[in-house]
């Protein structure tokens, strides 16, 4: 599997079931997934969009989701900066092994799944493009109940968080169509050096500030989660160091956002 990054920097990656086993394959798009029911979560009152298979033929991927799909809880799922849910198939695989059950394809919730590209090694920002549609990394999947009621094992969520191989969020910067066997073309990958995983499993002082310092040159949005991490890693650090020189930790608003609820403005 090609991670597009040093091993080396992510060795609680490799902590994952049986390490997911690499593949010299040319990265591709192995399917793509939507809703084919919705699934039942009676602790949360909902039915979840989580139950995706692959479909036959493209499907196509617009700003604010994949056209046919469907979330069932809107206020931690979808818009914009969630519209494309991405996972390696090496790594589910890696948990269908570790769990002796069988995962298919979507099960986890996933639009897009790759084979030959870890999806956690891909760095916040950087840009594929798939078929006809050209995406962006932007945050990592957080376990929730819906996702644990998916696999019927309440633990589940703290195994998925130990392992630290969540899968990654995309937004959509130019809709199109994508299909299963389309070539995942790496258009852009941003200098700051931080992945999706590495924010997944909790960044360091250093990653923080390389990931604000890049948003704030570039004028790119991040999703707001993801920027509260960093401040809180940042305010820690000077609290830590006993700096009393250094300036509030801040942010501008303008560059932080959920993503949902909003229009095709802001540059998105």
């Known amino acids: 599997m090609n991670r597009a990054h040093d091993p080396s920097a992510s060795a609680a990656a490799e902590t994952a079931p049986g390490s997911p086993e690499q593949s010299s394959a040319a990265p591709r798009i192995a399917a793509v997934c939507t809703v084919a029911q919705l699934f039942p979560v009676p602790d949360r009152g909902l039915m979840s969009?989580?139950?995706?298979?692959?479909v036959d033929g493209p499907a196509t991927l617009l700003t604010h989701g994949v056209l046919g799909d469907v979330q069932g809880d809107r206020e931690h799922h979808?818009?914009?900066?969630?519209a494309v849910y991405a996972y390696a198939r090496e790594t589910r695989e890696a948990f269908a092994a570790e769990r002796e059950q069988e995962l298919p394809?979507?099960?986890?919730?996933?639009?897009?799944?790759?084979?030959g590209y870890d999806t956690d090694e891909t760095?916040?920002?950087?840009?594929?493009?798939?078929?006809?549609?050209?995406?962006?990394a932007t945050c990592p999947?957080?376990?929730c109940g819906t996702f644990t009621a998916r696999m019927g094992d309440r633990r589940f969520g703290r195994r998925f968080t130990e392992v630290g191989r969540?899968?990654?969020y995309f937004r959509v910067l130019t809709e199109g169509d994508v299909t299963a066997g389309d070539a995942i073309e790496v258009l852009h990958r941003p200098e700051h050096g931080v992945t999706i995983g590495d924010a997944f499993r909790g960044l360091d002082a250093g990653q923080a500030r390389n990931l604000l310092a890049w948003a704030g040159q570039t004028g790119t949005v991040l999703y707001e989660s993801l920027v509260q991490a960093a401040l809180r890693v940042l305010e820690r650090d000077a609290d830590e160091s006993g700096s009393t020189d250094q300036a509030p930790v801040a942010f501008p608003d303008r560059l932080r956002s959920t993503g949902r609820g909003l229009g095709l403005g802001m540059g998105l």
């Open 141 to 143: 999947r957080t376990p």
């Open 78 to 82: 979808g818009g914009i900066f969630k």
């Open 166 to 168: 969540c899968g990654a």
């Open 105 to 115: 394809d979507g099960f986890f919730g996933e639009n897009l799944v790759t084979t």
């Open 123 to 136: 760095l916040i920002g950087e840009r594929w493009q798939v078929g006809t549609a050209q995406i962006e």
């Open 49 to 54: 969009g989580i139950d995706k298979r692959p």
